[in-house]
């Protein structure tokens, strides 16, 4: 008799499924989703970093001369993309981690004026008018 009081109901006893439903529910409302995730980033970044850093690989570097107005213009391009995409979590994680201020993105314009684009060029126009109604587009649905 006394086994059987300290084993649960049937009813009371979760599937599998369910169980794992309730965890998920559980850490996610806990914080605690969020930091193994971030700490499974942090770790998948180390390890592929892990080469570089014992010195088996050396990383590609760009030439000095100018490499900022080619990063500065690779990330905007990338900070763009996650834009248009609506990705606002991963351009969250892009701006700090790339280094590029909101503020510093190139627009269309400067992307286009840097790739000696005619701004008389039907091209031109045409990636620019994109552009901007993507930007009304992003206007209209905050406000």
């Known amino acids: 008799m006394m086994a059987q009081s300290n084993m649960l109901p049937v ?12 965890l998920y529910q559980t850490f996610k409302d806990r914080g605690i989703l969020d930091t193994l995730k971030t700490q499974l980033r942090n770790q998948l970044i180390h390890e592929l970093m892990h080469p570089v850093l014992s010195g088996e690989l050396q990383p590609r570097s760009i030439s000095v001369e100018g490499s900022s107005l080619l990063i500065g213009a690779s990330n905007s391009l990338v900070a763009d993309h996650l834009q248009r995409c609506g990705y606002e979590y991963s351009l969250s994680v892009f701006f700090p981690e790339s280094g590029l201020a909101k503020e510093k993105v190139f627009t269309m314009q400067d992307l286009l004026q840097l790739i000696k684009i005619n701004p008389t060029s039907s091209l031109y126009k045409s990636l620019v008018s994109g552009s901007d109604k993507e930007n009304q587009k992003a206007i209209k649905s905050v406000t």
């Open 11 to 22: 009813a009371d006893v979760l599937s599998q499924d369910e169980l794992r439903k309730k």
